[in-house]
């Protein structure tokens, strides 16, 4: 296969200088990764690898600033933050420029990327002081002792982010264990470093102390242990194999860690809905973001009766998608991440075709768009030995089934090991709402694929089953990043028998101030 140079104008906004300001704050001590722009393939700039001992210095540093972090008024830390959400909004379109330079993405998957990180400012502004705030609760006896629940920043937090959504989830995970007083090490994948760079150097404009915020950069299972060992929390989005391994050398530190995961979801059409509409959905479902989303639709459930009509309107549309590279706003979809991440799209459609599915529409790379790219993909007949019957795919790849009842429908969604996320659509929404009730999975989304859950910021959204343990958004995303402290105050020394008092009498005493308290609901 011989590979044609796409002719592209890189973004005017992305120049050398900013790549080298961008790179610069990454520690290393020589090694360094080309990273490249996906679209062509040519070398953008050479990004530093952290060796151990870098991840190390970055730890102290963050540890030093973090004191004094955690030691400034709540409200002078969500100040830098209503900062940073002017500028980030400011500049939405340069991080779109990075974003897509470095993972190959079309221009609105891009812009909406930009738009994750205010969004969840935005939610915590309004929340984070409350949920910071001390909780005075009772005490064992009533007026003379008190508890107060107080939240306490981890410390230092590693995260762990992946290439798809670079600038999401190395930002905007970041922003709740922020503002609770923490400092962050950030560990992006080598091929997306530049937006989350981006970020935090907007971050720090907007008045985030110098040294809260670190990245450190390498291949995962190069810097992942040091990063680990040195966290008090761990917040980690990748694939389910490598969370499997970060959770068990978090557990074995005993700190506590949030992991994101994999997914393979199901979309589920019923009888009464809008042909057109879910058409539409399933095309963003199964192609938003090239199939790069964690979740997004890898697997569509449709009823016999209508079966022929939704798959003819479906690769039709898939057929008639705008696939191309460039930096405006015309492509629908865009290019792969990498030439390596190619080859497994590829390698789950080639299992497929040779145990027997069929192509319906795609199946093939397109070296004459780009040297990552791959056709929209809808496959028919795919079963549970084939790669892609059972296992994330992560490209533009869907399989159609039919089903003849909704209690099979269910059955077939729920018959895999992950749990991120389902849709269902149909015209009446009581039906839907009982259906989506019945499915294994963190987020169900009613009508639509995803953005109505992912943009809920207000509701915990994470996994179940293989996809994930714990949840960003919602009052969670913002705890988990805290420790409880319980100030416990005793006022008078009423506790345990007075001194020469026969225990027996105060035993009772006890048990029936016990009752006492029960009957009149103090306790
Ligand atoms: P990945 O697990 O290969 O890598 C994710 C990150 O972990 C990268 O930064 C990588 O360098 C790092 N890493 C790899 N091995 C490591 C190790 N041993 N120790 C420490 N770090 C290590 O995943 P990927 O291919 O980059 O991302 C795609 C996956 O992420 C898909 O499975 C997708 O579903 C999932 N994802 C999940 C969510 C979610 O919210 N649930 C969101 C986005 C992506």
């Given at each position: 296969?011989?590979?044609?140079?796409?002719?592209?104008?890189r973004?005017a906004?992305?120049?050398?200088?900013?790549?080298?300001?961008l790179?610069e704050?990454?520690?290393g001590t020589?090694?360094t990764?080309?990273l490249?722009?996906v679209?062509?393939?040519?070398?953008?700039?050479?990004?530093?690898?952290s060796?151990?001992?870098?991840i190390e210095?970055?730890?102290?540093t963050?540890?030093?600033?973090?004191r004094?972090w955690?030691?400034t008024?709540?409200?002078e830390?969500?100040?830098v933050?209503r900062r940073?959400?002017t500028l980030?909004?400011?500049?939405?379109?340069?991080?779109?420029d990075?974003?897509?330079?470095?993972?190959?993405?079309?221009?609105?998957?891009?812009?909406e990327?930009t738009?994750?990180?205010?969004?969840?400012m935005?939610?915590?502004?309004?929340r984070?002081?409350k949920?910071?705030a001390?909780?005075?609760?009772?005490?064992?006896v009533p007026m003379?002792?008190?508890?107060?629940e107080i939240?306490q920043?981890?410390?230092?937090?590693g995260i762990?982010?992946p290439?798809?959504?670079?600038?999401?989830?190395?930002?905007?995970?970041?922003?709740?264990?922020?503002?609770a007083?923490?400092a962050?090490?950030?560990k992006?994948d080598?091929?997306?470093?530049l937006?989350?760079?981006h970020?935090v150097?907007?971050?720090?404009?907007?008045?985030?102390p110098?040294?809260l915020?670190?990245v450190?950069?390498?291949?995962g299972?190069?810097?992942?242990p040091?990063l680990?060992?040195n966290?008090?929390?761990?917040?980690?989005?990748?694939?389910?194999a490598?969370?499997?391994?970060?959770?068990?050398?978090?557990?074995?530190?005993l700190?506590?860690?949030?992991?994101?995961?994999?997914?393979?979801?199901?979309?589920?059409?019923l009888?009464?809905a809008?042909?057109?509409e879910?058409?539409?959905?399933?095309?963003?479902?199964?192609?938003?973001?090239?199939?790069q989303?964690c979740m997004?639709i890898e697997r569509?459930?449709?009823p016999?009766?209508?079966?022929?009509e939704f798959r003819d309107a479906?690769?039709?549309?898939?057929?008639?998608l705008d696939v191309?590279?460039a930096y405006?706003?015309?492509?629908e979809?865009?290019?792969?991440?990498s030439v390596d991440h190619l080859?497994?799209?590829?390698?789950?459609?080639?299992?497929?075709?040779a145990k027997?599915a069929?192509v319906?529409?795609g199946g093939?790379?397109?070296?004459?768009?780009?040297?990552a790219?791959?056709?929209p993909t809808?496959l028919e007949?795919?079963?549970?030995d084939?790669l892609?019957?059972?296992?994330?795919?992560?490209?533009?790849?869907?399989?159609?089934?039919?089903y003849?009842t909704?209690d099979e429908a269910v059955?077939?969604?729920?018959?895999t090991d992950?749990g991120?996320n389902?849709?269902?659509?149909?015209g009446?929404?009581?039906a839907?709402?009982?259906v989506?009730?019945?499915?294994?999975?963190?987020?169900?989304?009613?009508?639509?694929?995803?953005?109505t859950a992912?943009?809920a910021?207000?509701?915990?959204?994470?996994?179940?089953k293989?996809s994930?343990?714990?949840?960003?958004h919602?009052?969670q995303g913002?705890l988990?990043?805290?420790?409880?402290?319980?100030?416990?105050?005793?006022?008078?020394q009423v506790?345990g028998?007075k001194?020469g008092e026969d225990?027996?009498?105060h035993?009772e005493?006890?048990?029936s101030g016990?009752?006492?308290?029960?009957?009149?609901?103090?306790r």
């Amino acid at each position: 296969m011989t590979l044609t140079p796409v002719q592209l104008t890189r973004p005017a906004s992305v120049t050398d200088a900013l790549l080298r300001q961008l790179v610069e704050r990454v520690p290393g001590t020589g090694a360094t990764w080309q990273l490249t722009e996906v679209y062509t393939g040519e070398v953008l700039v050479a990004l530093p690898q952290s060796a151990p001992a870098d991840i190390e210095a970055a730890y102290a540093t963050a540890r030093a600033a973090q004191r004094q972090w955690a030691a400034t008024p709540v409200r002078e830390r969500l100040a830098v933050f209503r900062r940073a959400h002017t500028l980030f909004v400011d500049n939405a379109r340069t991080t779109a420029d990075l974003i897509q330079v470095e993972s190959g993405k079309n221009r609105r998957m891009a812009i909406e990327e930009t738009c994750d990180p205010p969004m969840v400012m935005s939610h915590y502004l309004k929340r984070a002081a409350k949920l910071l705030a001390p909780v005075k609760r009772g005490g064992p006896v009533p007026m003379l002792t008190t508890s107060t629940e107080i939240r306490q920043p981890k410390g230092v937090v590693g995260i762990i982010a992946p290439w798809n959504f670079p600038f999401a989830t190395g930002i905007s995970d970041a922003i709740p264990a922020l503002m609770a007083g923490n400092a962050v090490v950030l560990k992006p994948d080598n091929k997306t470093a530049l937006s989350p760079l981006h970020g935090v150097r907007m971050l720090e404009e907007a008045g985030l102390p110098k040294g809260l915020f670190q990245v450190v950069c390498g291949e995962g299972p190069d810097v992942g242990p040091t990063l680990i060992d040195n966290a008090d929390y761990v917040m980690f989005t990748g694939s389910t194999a490598t969370g499997r391994v970060i959770g068990e050398r978090a557990g074995r530190n005993l700190i506590g860690c949030c992991l994101e995961l994999g997914g393979k979801n199901p979309m589920i059409v019923l009888e009464d809905a809008d042909l057109a509409e879910t058409v539409q959905g399933a095309v963003f479902g199964a192609f938003g973001n090239t199939g790069q989303i964690c979740m997004h639709i890898e697997r569509i459930y449709v009823p016999e009766s209508r079966y022929d009509e939704f798959r003819d309107a479906f690769v039709a549309a898939a057929k008639a998608l705008d696939v191309r590279a460039a930096y405006d706003f015309g492509p629908e979809m865009g290019s792969l991440v990498s030439v390596d991440h190619l080859g497994r799209v590829r390698s789950h459609v080639d299992d497929a075709v040779a145990k027997g599915a069929t192509v319906l529409c795609g199946g093939r790379p397109r070296p004459d768009l780009g040297p990552a790219f791959f056709e929209p993909t809808v496959l028919e007949g795919v079963t549970k030995d084939m790669l892609c019957g059972v296992t994330e795919t992560f490209g533009p790849v869907v399989a159609l089934h039919r089903y003849r009842t909704v209690d099979e429908a269910v059955a077939l969604a729920n018959d895999t090991d992950y749990g991120l996320n389902a849709s269902v659509w149909g015209g009446n929404l009581d039906a839907a709402r009982a259906v989506a009730a019945r499915i294994e999975s963190g987020n169900v989304n009613i009508n639509d694929i995803l953005a109505t859950a992912y943009a809920a910021k207000g509701t915990p959204s994470g996994g179940v089953k293989n996809s994930g343990v714990g949840a960003r958004h919602g009052d969670q995303g913002l705890l988990k990043y805290t420790d409880v402290q319980n100030m416990a105050v005793l006022k008078k020394q009423v506790m345990g028998a007075k001194p020469g008092e026969d225990y027996g009498k105060h035993v009772e005493r006890m048990l029936s101030g016990l009752k006492m308290m029960r009957r009149t609901r103090i306790r």
